[in-house]
């Protein structure tokens, strides 16, 4: 670390069923605690039916519906800063920029949101990309906020999530791997629970560096050649 830099412990997480489970798409569906006719869900319009969650009086999940949506995400992700230690924040604009070129992903059908009473209290989002080897990696992210936690939405919102990227892998090259693919930070304890309950191996850890902008910043020459 250089001068006042710290770090932020982080972590990837993987885990390989998914070249397995995806052969039977049904049964692995079924297997994750969901009946499934898409991504492992039973559908009526924009609600989703997900079984297997506890009963949270309210608690509803449905596809995502758009940029209307983006207050709700913001609000759930602003009341997860604090907690899970989020440094970077997210605004409305933020996310118009980011859902306007989207690739591997097709938020009307690779998203869910959880509601409680209508309010958004949480939502997952799953896409893909293939590494140098040519294994492909089904990323999944999601927050729920503090208030809801420990309730079985986060599992729920993992389950489906994994179930229609099983759907998306079904779609490509059977003759190379494909891998599910988490990414959190050392201060999101209860996510790394829930990621090892549901089969999930630490892969790989690094830092995230920051440091205070006040003040001079040394120049540091670059090594030759570079």
Known sequence: ?????????????RQGRIIQERVLPLAAAEAGGCTSHEGGV????????????PAVPG???RYYRGPEDFPGMVA?????????????????????????????CDPSRDMIVAEVGGEMVGYGRGRWF??????????????VAPAWRRRGIGRAILRWTEARQRQVASD??????HELFVETYDSTQGIAELLLGEGYARVRNWYVM?????GEIAEVPLPEGL
Do not use: K
């Not at 039973?42 to 969650?53: D, K």
């Not at 490509?172 to 791997?177: G, K, L, W, Y």
């Open 59 to 61: 608690l509803t999940f």
């Open 210 to 214: 920051t440091r205070p902008l006040a």
């Open 172 to 177: 490509q090259p059977e003759d190379v791997a």
């Open 42 to 53: 039973q559908m009526e319009g924009n609600v989703l039916s997900v079984q297997g969650v």
């Open 130 to 143: 293939r590494e140098p080897s040519g294994t492909f990696l089904h990323e999944l992210t999601g927050h």
């Open 76 to 104: 759930v992700y602003d009341a997860c800063r604090p907690v899970d230690g989020l440094e970077m924040p997210l605004t409305v604009g933020h996310l118009e920029r980011w859902f306007a070129h989207m690739d591997q």
């Open 1 to 13: 670390m250089h001068g006042d830099a710290q770090g932020v412990p982080a972590t990837i997480w």
